[in-house]
C-alpha cells in the first residue's frame, strides 16, 4: 500500500504569490495532520482533520493560511500572500481511529522557500 | 496540556556501539502512548518504537528497545549495535486520545551521529 503522498516536493516561490500544498493520505485513514517544521520551533501542528472536518486549527499561524479537505483522499494547505518567513518544511500524515497505537504516519514532506 | 523534552541537542556514537536517547515528558491522562521518530537527511519521518502506557514491558523493535519509567515520566530510547545508517535526528512524541483528540506533541529532537 502505498503511503502518504505529498507534492510538490519542493517549491520555490517569490513573497507575495499563492503557494499550495497538496497531500494523499493512506487510503482508509480518517484523520490528517498539516505539520510546519522549522530549525527555530520544531514541528508544529497547524491543523488537523478527522473525517474531512477541521476538528482544531489552533495552530493554524494567521489568516494567510488555509487548508481544506474536500474528500477523504486529498488536503490541500493554502498560503496566500506567502512570506519568507513561512519558509519550512511542510508535513502531512495521516493516522486511523482502529490503529492500536494511534500511530501517525508521515508523507516526505514539501519543502518550501520563499525569496 | 502535553509535554515533550529532549535534553540532548546533539549525540555521537561509534559504529557497533550502544547509545541511549534520553525523552521526559508531562501528561495529566493516564491513558498515552509514546513514539520516537527518526528522521534521517532524506527528512523522512520514520516511525522507529511505540509504547502504550498501561503496557509494563518495555517495547523491543530488533535493535530499538526503549526504557519506558512511568512514574518518573521518562522514555528513552536505546540503540544498540549502530549503524552509519542511523544517523538521523530522533524526535520523542506523545499522544493522549481522548475523545476526538489525536494531537501528537513533539520534542525538540537530539541530532545523532554514528561515526565510522
Known amino acids: 500500500d502505498a503511503g502518504v503522498i505529498q507534492s510538490p516536493r519542493h517549491e520555490v516561490t517569490e513573497m507575495g504569490q499563492e503557494v499550495t500544498l497538496r497531500c494523499k493520505p493512506i487510503?482508509?485513514?480518517?484523520?490528517l495532520f498539516w505539520y510546519r517544521q522549522t530549525m527555530m520551533r520544531g514541528l508544529e501542528l497547524l491543523i488537523y482533520?478527522?473525517?474531512?472536518?477541521?476538528?482544531?486549527d489552533s495552530g493554524m499561524p494567521e489568516d494567510r493560511f488555509s487548508a481544506k479537505m474536500p474528500n477523504a483522499s486529498f488536503s490541500t494547505l493554502k498560503i496566500q500572500p506567502s512570506e519568507p518567513r513561512d519558509s519550512a518544511v511542510y508535513f502531512c500524515?495521516?493516522?486511523?481511529?482502529?490503529?492500536?497505537?494511534?500511530?501517525?504516519?508521515f508523507g516526505p514532506g514539501t519543502r518550501l522557500t520563499v525569496t | 496540556a502535553q509535554t515533550v523534552t529532549q535534553s540532548q541537542p546533539e549525540m555521537s556514537v561509534q559504529e557497533a556501539e550502544t547509545v541511549t536517547l534520553s525523552c521526559t515528558y508531562d501528561?495529566?491522562?493516564?491513558?498515552?502512548?509514546l513514539f520516537w521518530y527518526k528522521q534521517p537527511p532524506s527528512r523522512q519521518m520514520i516511525l522507529v518504537i511505540r509504547?502504550?502506557?498501561?503496557?509494563?514491558q518495555n517495547a523491543t523493535e530488533n535493535r530499538f528497545s526503549v526504557n519506558f519509567q512511568k512514574a518518573a515520566k521518562s522514555f528513552s530510547l536505546k540503540i544498540s549495535d549502530s549503524q552509519l545508517g542511523d544517523t538521523a535526528m530522533y524526535f520523542c512524541a506523545l499522544t493522549s486520545p481522548g475523545g476526538s483528540n489525536y494531537k501528537l506533541t513533539f520534542g525538540k529532537g537530539t541530532l545523532l551521529t554514528v561515526n565510522p
Open positions: 500524515a495521516s493516522s486511523l481511529v482502529g490503529l492500536p497505537y494511534y500511530e501517525q504516519y
Open positions: 487510503s482508509g485513514h480518517d484523520y
Open positions: 482533520f478527522n473525517n474531512n472536518v477541521p476538528i482544531d
Open positions: 509504547q502504550e502506557a498501561y503496557k509494563q
Open positions: 501528561t495529566s491522562e493516564s491513558n498515552y502512548y
